[in-house]
């Protein structure tokens, strides 16, 4: 059997696999499938059988269809990254058994509805990235059970409603992620304040915009989509020009483990 592997297909161009293209490796522990043609569903009853697997990346594909469940049969699982895929539909309880998970990185997909409360659950995450979806309701408060986060990305959703006020026990967390939410004018100024009052040592990318704003970017109007989009380039061109003046020591790499 194959002992302590791991193997890359990544930027290889391929766009079909079969069952027995993986039966012979059960044992490989990190499996990186990335960059490539693979379309319809994940072949989850497939990798379900590689018992010792620990990192899978299965990100900048063609995957459609929901997240399967037997995704969540993997549970030495501590890395899962499914970004830049057509995943569509809600999270249910795929992943939920997922207990090591500490990165999960399931941004630029198609994912609906609300965070489901079993991420709470998922307490060894460092990383999460749920950002470019079409998620909804309040912004997480769930994310507060979840002590040892450092990085979590939730921008360009349709998460609404204030940061929540028990956001601030997260004494891990490094960055955090919220541009483009769609947020009322009230909840906007709270969630500014709250960032410089509780987050001081968090480097915030917080852009919210407004419902009429994200109306008219969302519907192309033009007037308001000019200065909507205008604002937003400024605001990120400041914030990456304040980023670049940061100390080497204290930029955060969003894919460490």
Same mark, same amino acid.
């Given at each position: 059997?194959?002992?302590?592997?791991?193997?890359?297909?990544?930027?290889?161009?391929?766009?079909?696999?079969?069952?027995?293209?993986?039966?012979?490796?059960?044992?490989?522990?990190?499996?990186?499938?990335?960059?490539?043609?693979?379309?319809?569903?994940?072949?989850?009853?497939?990798?379900?059988?590689? &018992?010792?697997?620990? &990192? @899978?990346?299965?990100?900048?594909?063609?995957?459609?269809?929901?997240?399967?469940?037997?995704?969540?049969?993997?549970?030495?699982?501590?890395?899962?990254?499914?970004?830049?895929?057509?995943?569509?539909?809600?999270?249910?309880?795929?992943?939920?058994?997922?207990?090591?998970?500490?990165? @999960?990185?399931?941004?630029?997909?198609?994912?609906?509805?609300?965070?489901?409360?079993?991420?709470?659950?998922?307490?060894?995450?460092?990383?999460?990235?749920?950002?470019?979806?079409?998620?909804?309701?309040?912004?997480?408060?769930?994310?507060?059970?979840?002590?040892?986060?450092?990085?979590?990305?939730?921008?360009?959703?349709?998460?609404?409603?204030?940061?929540?006020?028990?956001?601030?026990? @997260?004494?891990?967390?490094?960055?955090?992620?919220?541009?483009?939410?769609?947020?009322?004018?009230?909840?906007?100024?709270?969630?500014?304040?709250?960032?410089?009052?509780?987050?001081?040592?968090?480097?915030?990318?917080?852009?919210?915009?407004?419902k009429e704003q994200i109306d008219a970017i969302e519907n192309d109007r033009s007037e308001h989509f000019i200065r909507a989009q205008k604002e937003l380039e400024e605001w990120e061109e400041e914030r990456e020009r304040k980023r670049q003046?940061?100390?080497?020591?204290?930029?955060?790499?969003?894919?460490?483990?």
């Amino acid at each position: 059997a194959l002992q302590d592997l791991s193997l890359s297909l990544s930027h290889t161009h391929t766009h079909t696999h079969t069952r027995q293209s993986f039966e012979a490796m059960v044992a490989l522990q990190d499996l990186s499938l990335s960059s490539n043609h693979f379309f319809d569903a994940i072949p989850a009853a497939t990798l379900q059988m590689m &018992r010792s697997l620990t &990192r @899978l990346d299965l990100s900048n594909n063609k995957f459609n269809s929901t997240l399967p469940t037997q995704l969540g049969r993997i549970w030495s699982l501590t890395s899962l990254r499914v970004a830049f895929n057509k995943i569509e539909g809600p999270l249910r309880s795929q992943i939920s058994t997922l207990s090591n998970l500490r990165f @999960l990185d399931l941004s630029h997909n198609k994912l609906t509805g609300e965070i489901p409360t079993y991420f709470s659950r998922l307490t060894a995450l460092r990383n999460l990235d749920l950002s470019h979806n079409q998620f909804e309701g309040p912004i997480p408060l769930l994310i507060k059970s979840l002590k040892l986060i450092r990085h979590v990305a939730l921008n360009h959703n349709k998460f609404t409603s204030k940061i929540p006020m028990e956001w601030r026990g @997260l004494s891990n967390l490094l960055v955090v992620d919220l541009r483009s939410l769609k947020c009322e004018e009230h909840d906007i100024k709270h969630n500014e304040e709250f960032v410089e009052t509780h987050m001081k040592k968090v480097q915030v990318k917080l852009r919210l915009l407004s419902k009429e704003q994200i109306d008219a970017i969302e519907n192309d109007r033009s007037e308001h989509f000019i200065r909507a989009q205008k604002e937003l380039e400024e605001w990120e061109e400041e914030r990456e020009r304040k980023r670049q003046q940061t100390a080497p020591d204290e930029i955060v790499d969003r894919f460490t483990f």
